[in-house]
């Protein structure tokens, strides 16, 4: 018996010595992962050598199995099944960026990980209204970027993860900029989303959100052609016509005044930076440049105005923009 021992001891020393040769690659298994589903997984990536770690691995005390790991070339069969059975995942990324809806976050966000999307906007469900977040504010709580979160972090832990980003952002300074401007930071995000559909144009930004902070404080209507392509739930239009402008939604701020009760997107750090920077300007009037280079004609003159948009509506009907 202690001959067989020994030579079983061995044949481990020697298994726990071998190498990985092939390219870097990231072994993934579901949460419950039993030893069957462990050891499938590792022969089917890794062949031979996937066999010795699950050897390995089993020695050690290796039942279940859950995460996401990265397996480096040179790392020995013991470091990695050591790897497995302490947890010692590596992180993933959770991005997201230009998203219209909170269904877009969810849908970006779980993409790398084990959560579901479902399972994403069941949790900000109910975590989002005890945060202070109405339904209309949700795209408020979250900041598109680059995360990192381990493959099977929990939903409400992913999500809990994302909101903590999202307070890191607002600073005191922040917050005291946004009361100065009347506003809520749910209601910073609102505007910024709309200065965002307006331009991606850094040195446009901190202009328009100007304009719109002017609009409001002197009681006009905002008249921002984002706000209506939401309220007719068509992003993709180019020419907002009357029949745009009429059509009856909270969010059509052509037919309401004020802010729309809550994001029309889901804003940048740069968008909801230019509403809390926006610069001192009379402008209350904008309009696309003829020229279609995305920039555009500010004023604070009506009849300027009329004048920009005349040439701008001449060019969309030169180029059969209907």
Known sequence: MLVIGAAAGLVIYNYSLEKYSGETQRLVFPTGS???????????????YGAKVYRLWDA????????????????TALSVSRMMRRGMQTPV?????????????AER????????????????????????????????AFIPDTYEAYWNAKPEALVRRLLDSRD?????????KAAA??????????????????TTLADEQPIVARLYLNRLAKGMRLQADPTVKFAV??????????????????????????LPPGPISVPSRQALDAVLNAPANNYIYMCAKEDFSGRHNFTAN?????????????????????
Request: proline residues 3%; charged residues 25%.
């Open 168 to 176: 890191a952002f607002w600073t005191q300074d922040r917050k005291a």
């Open 60 to 75: 050690q005390g290796g039942a279940t199995m859950s995460g996401s790991y990265v397996l480096e070339h040179g790392a």
């Open 233 to 258: 739930g068509d992003p993709t239009l180019r020419r907002i016509l009357i029949k745009h402008t009429e059509v009856d939604s909270p969010y059509n701020t052509y037919k309401y005044a004020g």
């Open 34 to 48: 039993g030893k069957d589903a462990v050891r499938d997984t590792l022969e089917a990536r890794l062949g031979d």
């Open 302 to 322: 009506y009849q300027e105005h009329l004048a920009n948009a005349r040439r701008f509506q001449a060019e969309l009907n030169r180029r059969g923009i209907k």
């Open 181 to 198: 401007l009347g506003l809520t930071e749910a209601q910073v995000a609102t505007l910024a989303s709309i200065v965002e559909g307006e």
């Open 93 to 105: 990324k959770v991005a997201f960026n230009n998203c219209r809806t909170l269904a877009d976050v």
């Open 109 to 140: 966000a779980c993409r790398n990980v084990e959560t579901k999307p479902e399972q994403f906007l069941s949790v900000c469900d109910t975590l989002l209204p005890s945060r202070g977040f109405s339904l209309a504010e949700f795209p408020a």
